[in-house]
């Protein structure tokens, strides 16, 4: 949203040393809320009068006003439309040029970075909240589609029970010591669901699958700047064939199991759907592809895998290459492999 034409180097140059220095003041914070306000109560007709403005911050010296107004001014708050008879500036702490235009015409609204932290005031986005958990998940292990009931021995922490917390606004799935699946869930939101886990856990699902597809479309979740993924062959963690995802901008995005990548691949989800699967609802963690049993390595340099998502007597193979792009698609009859 910041559409710039600077290199990053530039713009981390012109980037301000602390952008919510301005924010420090309570008529600052107070012109906000009632820039905000406003824009809640009259729909698009977001520009209030200076006048009013003032009159509504409740600041009676005008001086002091415009120098808190100009603080904010151009990364917070900006002109509106309605200037067209006003000459002067704000700019000028000498309230008197004001008064030789018609003021009530000269208007401000919330810039989309001044909408942006309003909102996260107004709706206590933040807040802090009383952790949940940890709770025991139902195990797609257990129940496995494939017939791999031969638990190896020298996979020891396999039985690991899958367990979920809430924790410092971040809802966690993990399986004994690792941490399989985590992602933000407000606590605004949680409140608002009475911090029932079960809720948290398929909000937490849903918000993980469109942060997934962000990055699988080349989009930073945070900053929407381009990404760079890699697949990754990671032997020393719990999940051997995983991808990253990283953001000139702001830097690492995490990463996860390479077969989280069928979850917007429409073959994949016709596939699933045609087998009473539902990709697009199933909670992520539920899925049984998600598992290096699902993974074969095709090759090394450069990498690529077949994920294979089985039911009964048919199996659709998935090859990921690796920029972790799904680049060929096929059906097969068990068996016949
Ligand atoms: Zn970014």
């Keep these: 949203m910041t559409g710039s034409n600077t290199t990053p180097d530039e713009a981390t140059s012109e980037r301000p040393a602390d952008p919510f220095k301005p924010l420090g003041n309570e008529t600052r914070l107070e012109i906000l809320r009632v820039l ?9 007709e977001a520009t209030l009068s200076y006048s009013t403005l003032r009159s509504e911050v409740g600041v009676a010296d005008k001086g002091n006003f415009n120098y808190h107004l100009r603080q904010l001014d151009g990364l917070f708050v900006e002109r509106g439309d309605k200037t067209e008879t006003t000459t002067d500036t704000h700019s000028s702490s000498n309230s008197d040029s004001r008064t030789s235009t018609d003021s009530s015409l000269d208007g401000y609204r919330l810039t989309f970075a001044g909408f942006e932290i309003a909102k996260v005031i107004d709706v206590d986005a933040w807040r802090s909240h ?3 958990g940890p709770v025991v998940l139902e195990d797609p292990r257990e129940n496995p589609v494939e017939t791999s009931t031969n638990e190896t021995d020298d996979e020891p922490t396999a039985q690991d029970p899958l367990t979920a917390t809430y924790e410092d606004s971040v809802v966690e799935i993990r399986r004994g010591d690792d941490l399989l699946y985590a992602h933000a869930v407000r606590p605004t939101g949680a409140a608002a669901r009475g911090m029932a886990v079960d809720e948290l856990l398929d909000t937490a699902s849903t918000l993980w699958r469109h942060t997934v597809e962000q990055l699988l479309e080349n989009i930073c979740p945070y900053c929407h ?9 990671t032997p020393d963690r719990r999940w051997e064939h995983t991808f990253s995802a990283n953001c000139d ?3 690492s995005l995490g990463g996860s199991h390479v077969g989280i990548v ?3 691949h429409p073959e994949a989800i016709a596939f699933c759907w045609d087998h009473g699967l539902d990709l697009t609802s199933t909670r992520v963690w539920s899925l049984p592809f ?3 049993d699902a993974v074969t390595v095709l090759s090394d340099e450069p990498r690529r895998v077949r994920l294979d998502i089985e039911f009964e007597t048919v199996r659709l193979e998935l090859v990921v ?3 972790v792009r799904i680049v060929d698609t096929e059906r097969v009859c068990r068996g016949e492999s």
């Design 262 to 264: 069928a979850i917007t």
């Design 130 to 132: 009383e952790p949940c």
């Design 290 to 292: 998600v598992d290096d």
């Design 321 to 323: 290459n690796d920029d």
């Design 36 to 44: 905000y306000d406003h824009l809640q109560s009259a729909s698009r």
């Design 249 to 251: 901008e702001c830097g």
């Design 225 to 233: 700047a381009p990404i760079e993924r890699t697949l990754e062959y």
